[in-house]
């Protein structure tokens, strides 16, 4: 289930951000004022450049970091709380930038496991639960692998199915790809959209715009403030702007701009298929 701007508008929101302030130094705000809800079954994606607060942002979302100021809430769950922590990560999942550092054993299936072990679940349940995950992220047949032994795109998919094991209702993605190549995002991507598609919520934390292109909804960051936020066409709209806030455009957009000044109009083309499908109607 994807949420449309709408729709959104009727919905209830999973995750509450109000004026949330967080610095690292006591002097320079990492976030500065962010008030943002996460939507039931949206796809939600934040970017912004180098320092914009993307990062500081995912981790207030399951109470890795709790707000110096304003107040965030998970499932109607204060983070603040510290007796609210084990709930709030049990139905919010986090996927690292580094999938080291939620590999945890040398077998693919143990790791895959420790999360419901750790939810003291029965043994069947915890095998049924491990081998479910390791096929939603088709990573099954490495179940016996030592994950040291594996490609970083697998490694990723290895953290994902030990975060799906949990039974998550919302997944939070921090720069997944930033350290693959543009074969390993692709497939990190595919998982974000299967997982949607199972009914999920997914933030996407992201400084590839083509990234979120996909999405339902873009958040734009700047200096730790929601500089903009709409549906990608509305946010991807304004080319200037989205330079002036340290943004790469997508290629598909750079290309447009390319062809229009070359006199080519290729309408308002967003992504690279429909600059092809303008080209070659």
């Keep these: 289930m994807s949420v449309t701007r709408d729709s959104a508008r009727e919905t209830a929101?999973?995750?509450?951000?109000e004026d949330v302030r967080y610095t690292y130094d006591n002097v320079h705000d990492a976030l500065a004022g962010v008030s943002l809800d996460v939507l039931p079954g949206e796809?939600?994606?934040?970017?912004?450049?180098?320092?914009?607060?993307?990062?500081?942002l995912a981790k207030h979302l399951?109470?890795?970091?709790?707000?110096?100021?304003?107040?965030?809430?998970?499932?109607?769950?204060?983070?603040?709380?510290?007796?609210?922590?084990?709930?709030?990560?049990e139905r919010t999942g986090m996927v690292f930038q580094n999938p080291d550092d939620q590999l945890v054993t040398s077998i693919v299936e143990d790791d895959v496991a420790f999360g419901p072990e750790n939810l003291g679940l029965p043994p069947d349940?915890?095998?049924?639960?491990?081998?479910?995950?390791?096929?939603?992220?088709?990573?099954?047949?490495?179940?016996a692998s030592d994950p040291m032994n594996l490609s970083g795109g697998q490694k990723q998919r290895v953290a994902i199915a030990g975060v799906l094991?949990?039974?998550?209702?919302?997944?939070?993605?921090?720069?997944?790809?930033?350290?693959?190549?543009?074969?390993?995002?692709?497939?990190?991507?595919?998982?974000?959209?299967?997982?949607h598609a199972s009914g999920r919520t997914i933030v996407l934390?992201?400084?590839?715009?083509?990234?979120?292109?996909?999405a339902d909804r873009v958040v734009v960051l700047h200096?730790?403030?929601?500089?903009?936020?709409?549906?990608?066409?509305?946010?991807?709209?304004?080319?200037?702007?989205?330079?002036?806030?340290?943004?790469?455009?997508?290629?598909?957009?750079?290309?447009?701009?390319?062809?229009?000044?070359?006199?080519?109009?290729?309408?308002?083309?967003?992504?690279?298929?429909q600059v092809v499908r303008a080209l070659c109607p």
Aim: aromatic content about 6%; glycine content about 8%.
């Design 165 to 195: 094991a949990m039974r998550p209702d919302v997944l939070v993605f921090d720069e997944p790809g930033a350290m693959l190549d543009p074969r390993g995002r692709r497939g990190i991507l595919r998982v974000c959209h299967e997982m």
């Design 223 to 273: 200096e730790g403030r929601v500089a903009l936020q709409g549906t990608p066409r509305e946010v991807f709209a304004d080319p200037a702007r989205l330079r002036d806030l340290d943004l790469k455009l997508p290629f598909a957009l750079e290309l447009r701009l390319e062809l229009e000044r070359r006199g080519v109009d290729v309408g308002d083309a967003l992504t690279t298929e």
């Design 205 to 214: 934390v992201t400084h590839f715009m083509d990234e979120a292109l996909e």
């Design 13 to 17: 929101p999973l995750i509450s951000l």
């Design 125 to 143: 349940e915890i095998c049924r639960r491990v081998r479910d995950a390791l096929d939603a992220v088709a990573m099954g047949a490495f179940a």
């Design 62 to 89: 399951n109470a890795l970091l709790v707000p110096d100021e304003g107040r965030v809430t998970v499932f109607g769950l204060d983070t603040a709380d510290p007796e609210n922590v084990y709930a709030i990560r």
């Design 43 to 56: 796809f939600l994606a934040v970017v912004g450049g180098n320092g914009s607060g993307k990062s500081t």
